[in-house]
């Protein structure tokens, strides 16, 4: 990880505003974990307290390893618990692009892998009781052009019969008013499966039950140099080190790229922007079923109610790790937009945070010798995350079936490598913006 920070834990994230968020004001008690001091031994070292570091070590200590997990700031403070907290079953490309793409055979293979990532942290949180004001009232696709409407009725039409998922339906645009309380959008896919939650409240819980599983978590302890030795993967910090047979990776757009440079052209950090009004007179005016909510903007506006009546909405997107001046100014233009009776809601909480992308939007996942990764969730990491790191686990014991699947549509690099990674795609991913706002 990059170096140690005073303000949101580490690296980038520094000057995001976590301390500001809805999240963290409203998040479960967590504990302070010691630093890494002196040298010690284990079976796994997961480098990374997120979602996917937390499941990586769970699962991995549920079978017997013994795990060392280290943080450079405090768990659950990168993407895990800042993120808008959608349950979004599936993954960041659809059962259309994915048949055309792999064919229906292995399109169905990584569905239902995919898939999977909603029942493992519903099985969690019931497992291990976490409160994380879990939700199942579906997720709505919202179409912002009339040309959506038809591809959303293909992508339904994909999913129940190659993927045999009935759960999506049509909402027409005559219809939109029973969900939304705005005129902006064409019509929508409902996903009946889809949901929110509190993610960092999911992740202090993640936590928990790692700890109870064994695992030694260890906070403010930057990974600064992996190295080869005969007893395994050495993983240095600043006052200490851990060697390990197997080291996981689960820093996502946090990772440091001296850490592991052969892997961290593949991904690239975008940074994205959310609020939270104050609690709202009647909340289910704006969003009458409670659904978690995104559109088909390429820049996303996501949207939803938290459990005690605010608007949390996320939308805007800056392709460097300079935060805006004024990220409640920011954040809130889009919400204006969308809806325009907030105009006057007090801001109460606004916060940024990194997520990584891909070139395919799909997630990257990969190893090398005694080194597992994965990372690029490209927006949709809020389960998929949790998924990732069990799958890791499985493939460190053995088991390389599933992790391979994921493996095998691994995305190519960035043009340039890590120099040019960033300034390439920006010019790219601005022009896509610009089309939105034409």
């Known amino acids: 990880m990059a170096a140690e920070r005073s303000d949101d834990g580490v690296g980038f994230n520094e000057g995001l505003g976590f301390r500001q968020s809805y999240y ?31 499941s990586a070590a769970l699962h991995a200590a549920q079978r017997g390893l013994s795990v060392v997990l280290l943080e450079g700031g405090r768990v659950g403070w990168g993407a895990s618990g800042r993120n808008g907290g959608q349950i979004i079953p599936g993954l960041r490309k659809g059962a259309v692009e994915l048949i055309a793409r792999y064919g229906r055979h292995e399109a169905r293979a990584m569905f239902d892998l995919a898939l999977e990532a909603r ?32 591809h959303y009725a293909k992508e339904i ?28 959008y064409y019509g929508g896919l409902i996903d009946e499966l889809g949901g929110h939650y509190h993610p960092l409240n999911y992740t202090i819980g993640l936590a928990r039950a790692a700890e109870a599983a064994g695992v030694a978590i260890h906070e403010a302890s930057v990974a600064l140099r992996l190295s080869e030795t005969s007893a395994g993967v050495r993983v240095a910090t600043a006052l ?44 289910a005016a704006l969003i009458a079923q409670d659904r978690a909510v995104s559109d088909s903007r390429f820049v996303v506006n996501y949207f939803r109610r938290t459990a005690d009546g ?30 325009p009776a907030l105009a006057t809601a007090r801001i109460d909480y606004a916060w940024g945070g990194l997520v990584s992308i891909t070139r395919t939007r799909l997630p990257h996942l990969g190893r090398y010798r005694g080194v597992y990764f994965a990372h690029g969730y490209s927006g949709l990491g809020a ?6 790191g069990k799958l890791m686990a499985e493939a460190i014991i053995g088991d390389t079936n599933r992790f391979d699947r994921l493996a095998a549509i691994a995305p190519g690099a960035f043009p340039g490598g890590i120099l040019l990674r960033s300034p390439l795609h920006t010019l790219g991913m601005l022009w896509y913006a610009m089309r939105d706002r034409l």
């Open 24 to 54: 963290l004001a409203t998040a479960a008690d967590a504990p302070r974990r010691p630093r890494l001091t002196g040298d010690i031994k284990a079976d796994v070292c997961v480098v990374g307290g997120g979602c996917t570091g937390l």
């Open 119 to 150: 029942s493992l942290v519903l099985d969690l949180i019931q497992r291990h009781a976490i409160a994380c004001d879990l939700k199942l009232t579906g997720h709505l696709a919202a179409a912002a052009k009339s040309s959506d409407i038809a």
């Open 240 to 283: 200490g080190a851990v060697t390990a047979a197997k080291v996981i990776l689960a820093g996502d757009a946090l990772l440091d790229p001296g850490l592991a440079p052969r892997i961290a052209s593949y991904i690239m950090p975008v940074a994205n922007y959310i609020v939270a009004t104050e609690p709202l007179e009647d909340p």
């Open 383 to 388: 389960i998929l995350s949790t998924l990732a």
């Open 310 to 339: 605010r608007m949390l909405f996320g939308g805007g997107e800056r392709y460097s790790t300079r935060p805006p001046r004024d990220i409640a100014g920011f954040a809130a233009q889009h919400m204006h937009r969308v809806f």
């Open 157 to 184: 039409e994909a999913l129940s019969s190659v993927m045999d998922y009935p759960h999506a339906r049509l909402v027409l645009k005559a219809d939109m008013a029973n969900e939304l309380a705005c005129s902006g």
